[in-house]
Nanobody
Framework: VQLQASGGGLVQAGGSLRLSCAASGRTFSGYVMGWFRQAPGKEREFVAA????????DYADSMRGRFTISRDNVKNTLYLQMNGLKPEDTAVYYC?????????????????????WGQGTLVTVSS
């Protein structure tokens, strides 16, 4: 599956953005999907994951309550709604797809679980 992330940009602290990740190729609905981010000089970190049905989600503690991951299996698109953005949320955000027919669990917080990656979209939050 090929992934293309979009929706990044410059936003003031406290603002909102919605990222999208369009999938093409193989059946999108069969994949656990995740969002990761990488700030300058830092390692890539887990943001959120969602089951292939959309019924199960998982968030990093610092994003829980501010970010919402969702998917539309008809439109083959993954979303990340980000509210209450902070300057420390500034990073390149990546979407990723895991192996087919897997479930959300502790391993879906690990970037090595994911097989397919999008190119990333830059989010900059100004103070």
């Amino acid at each position: 599956v090929q992934l293309q992330a979009s929706g990044g940009g410059l936003v003031q602290a406290g603002g909102s953005l919605r990222l999208s990740c369009a999938a093409s190729g193989r059946t999108f609905s069969g994949y656990v999907m995740g969002w990761f981010r990488q700030a300058p000089g830092k390692e890539r970190e887990f943001v959120a994951a969602i089951s292939w049905t959309g019924g199960v989600t998982d968030y990093a503690d610092s994003m829980r309550g501010r970010f919402t991951i969702s998917r539309d299996n008809v439109k083959n698109t993954l979303y990340l709604q980000m509210n209450g953005l902070k300057p420390e949320d500034t990073a390149v955000y990546y979407c990723a797809a895991g192996p087919l027919r897997t479930v959300v669990g502790s391993n879906t917080r690990d970037s090595s679980f994911y097989v397919h990656w999008g190119q990333g979209t830059l989010v900059t939050v100004s103070s």
